[in-house]
Structures are given as structure tokens and as C-alpha cells.
């Protein structure tokens, strides 16, 4: 079963959420390619070799300089055909997500989308994908080839197995449709810190803060736990936190090892987005609020009082 994988990356580095399903594909078999497109990215297939690929394909060119998806529909199109690819993996990103979707069009095939895991039955792929609002795991399949599968952000860690690829070099030819678009723009907000996509800690603050002004109690403990802000939707239609850092349903999904919900009511749009996460512990002064039926660990408290104490707690033990 011949599988590839996108890799993204930037400033360098390849993405970790890719290198996370590079991994996941080379503990499915032994035939597994990385796919590294941009300008100037040679260097990045060493990374992918020490992250479970065993072949790269590389395909360096100014028409793949800015992160457009047709560009890239156009080489990953050329490399199925060539070298006879039976399926392609994304970790979902923005460009990630419309690089899969133009590539389903380009092929006329299958896409299975938002999956949190994938698996060899018998020879045959099965994808699981949750549904009916993440309160249930669905197996799907593919029934044209090539497959297509977008992971959800933050689904598998990387795993560096110290290995090294082989690299092949692409030479894609543009389709003329291809490379009207150009980009402006492109602004990166600052931030400091992991993004939520990213962070194995996620500190999250929602209405029970009372005002925007103590969104600092989160930013102080998210920073001892050397974790990443979110916000209720609640929050950020208040204006009280950069649309950015929602997570739910309308929000974006994360998966971190530790989510620190703080005076979060847990209403079920809320959970969908964080009840991936591995440890859930629940600040709130509500003993029936919906969040700690979702807690592994719940405080029933003032968060006023309980927060600030619990970021000393921390930077004591970190510096002690
Ligand atoms: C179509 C749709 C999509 C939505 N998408 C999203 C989404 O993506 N993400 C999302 O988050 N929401 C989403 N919502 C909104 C969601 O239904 C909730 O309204 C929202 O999550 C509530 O945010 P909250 O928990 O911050 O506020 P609240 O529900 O008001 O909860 C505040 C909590 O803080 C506690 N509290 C108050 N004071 C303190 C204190 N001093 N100490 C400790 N605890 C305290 C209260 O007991 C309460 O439980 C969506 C809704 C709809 C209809």
C-alpha cells in the first residue's frame, strides 16, 4: 500500500501536526513518502527522514514560493500519476484542507475529512471520523483510489525514529489556471507562545472571568504551565479575547495533554472542541455545571481566588 503524506511547513521546519500523521502513516507499512513543496525547501527531507518517511519527494519552485493550494494541486496531481500513489494524507491546516479539497476535484476521487485516526484492516484502510457533534466514532472508507484523508489538527505527535530518506526530485509543470493567483499579503498575528493548535497545555477562559482585564489570571498560569490561551465563544463575541483562540463547534479543535477550563460552563458547543484532550480539570463555583460531567479533576471555587494561587503553586515548583 503505497502512501504519501503532505508535509507543511514554515519558517524551515516542517509542521508538527504533519510530521504527527507522517508517523502514524510509517506504522501502517513500510512504503511511506513525505511531500515537501515550496521554495528553497530541500534541507526539510532530512527532517522528514528522521520522522518515520522513507522516501521524500521534493519539488522546489518559485510557482510553490507562496502557501497557494493550486500550485500544489498541480505537483501532488503529477506525482499520484507518476508514481502511482494510492493515498495522500493531510494534517488539516487552512492550506493543508484546500490543497486535499482541490486535489479531490483535480482526481475525481475520495476525501475523508476530520479524522482522529486510521487503520489497516485486512489490507483495506479504515478511517475513523467523529459524528452526530463528536458524540460518536464512525468507520469510513474510500471507494475510489486515490484515497484522500485530512486528519484533525493536533491528532498524532510525532515520533522521531532517527531514520533517513531517500529523496526524489519533482519537476511539477503548472497548469496555466494554476498560477493566476498571487499573494498579496500574508500577516502573522504576534503571539507569544505555542499556538492552541500546538500547546500539550491549554489554559481557557471563559465568561466567569468577569471582565477582559482578568483574562491575565489565564495568560500568567498558561505562561507557568509554559501553555496556550483559548476562550469561550461567549468570550470572544464579548470582545474580550482574539477570535483566534476560540475552541468549539464554530471555533477551532484541539487536542492538548492538559486543558484547564476556567469559569467554562461546558455547554456541549464548547466541549466538541476540547473534549479531545487527554487531562480536563474544571474551575467553576456552579457544583452543576455542565464541565465537570467532562472533568477528569474539578475545583469547586471562586476562580478569583483559585487561579492566582494555583500559577505561585506552579512557578514554586518550577522554580524550586
Ligand atoms: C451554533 C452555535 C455555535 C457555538 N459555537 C461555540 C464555540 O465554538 N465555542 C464555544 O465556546 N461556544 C460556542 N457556542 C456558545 C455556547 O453555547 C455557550 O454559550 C458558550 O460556550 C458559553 O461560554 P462560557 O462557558 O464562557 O459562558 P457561560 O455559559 O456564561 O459560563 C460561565 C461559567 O462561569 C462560571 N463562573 C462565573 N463566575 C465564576 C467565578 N468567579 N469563578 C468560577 N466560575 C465562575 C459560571 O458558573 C458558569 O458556569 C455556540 C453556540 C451556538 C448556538
Known amino acids: 500500500m503505497s502512501l504519501a503524506v503532505f508535509l507543511e511547513h514554515h519558517e524551515g521546519e516542517l509542521q508538527k501536526g504533519s ?33 518515520g518517511a ?7 519552485a518559485p510557482e510553490l514560493e507562496a502557501p497557494l493550494p493550486q500550485p500544489r494541486v498541480d505537483a501532488i496531481a503529477q506525482l ?25 476535484a483535480r482526481l475525481d476521487t475520495g476525501l475523508n475529512w ?48 532517527g531514520g533517513e530518506a531517500e529523496v526524489e526530485e519533482l519537476t511539477p509543470a503548472f497548469e496555466d489556471f494554476s498560477t493566476q493567483a498571487t499573494m498579496i499579503e500574508q500577516a502573522h498575528e504576534e503571539s507569544e507562545g505555542p499556538s492552541i493548535e500546538d500547546a500539550d497545555v491549554i489554559v481557557a477562559g471563559g465568561r466567569g472571568l468577569g471582565s477582559p482585564e482578568n483574562f491575565s489570571l489565564v495568560e500568567e498560569l498558561a505562561k507557568a504551565l509554559g501553555g496556550a490561551v ?27 495533554k492538559l486543558y484547564v477550563a476556567c469559569g467554562i460552563s461546558g455547554a456541549i458547543q464548547h466541549k466538541v472542541g476540547m473534549q ?23 475545583v469547586v471555587g471562586d476562580l478569583h481566588e483559585i487561579v492566582p494561587k494555583l500559577t505561585e503553586l506552579v512557578q514554586q515548583r518550577k522554580s524550586g
Open 19 to 51: 510530521l504527527g500523521v507522517l508517523g502514524k502513516a510509517a506504522s501502517l507499512g513500510d512504503d511511506v513518502a513525505g511531500i515537501v513543496l515550496g521554495s528553497g525547501v530541500k534541507d526539510l527531507a532530512a527532517q522528514a527522514g528522521r520522522f
Open 114 to 161: 476530520d479524522l482522529v485516526d486510521i487503520a489497516d484492516h485486512d489490507g483495506q484502510l479504515v478511517g475513523t471520523r467523529p459524528a452526530l457533534e463528536d458524540t460518536v466514532y464512525v468507520d469510513v472508507g474510500w471507494t475510489t483510489e486515490p484515497r484522500l484523508a485530512l486528519f484533525r489538527p493536533g491528532t498524532f505527535d510525532p515520533v522521531e525514529s
Open 230 to 256: 483559548a476562550a469561550t465563544r461567549a468570550v470572544v463575541d464579548a470582545g474580550w479575547y482574539p477570535y483566534a483562540t476560540q475552541v468549539g463547534q464554530t471555533g477551532k479543535t484541539v487536542s492538548p
Open 80 to 104: 499520484v500519476g507518476e508514481k502511482g500513489v494510492e493515498t495522500v494524507l493531510f494534517a488539516a491546516s487552512v492550506l493543508a484542507s484546500d490543497v486535499a479539497a482541490g486535489l479531490a
Open 54 to 60: 522513507k522516501k521524500v519527494f521534493v519539488a522546489d
Open 276 to 298: 479531545g484532550s487527554g487531562t480536563v480539570i474544571a474551575i467553576n463555583k456552579d457544583p452543576n455545571a455542565p464541565i465537570f460531567e467532562f472533568s477528569d479533576l474539578g
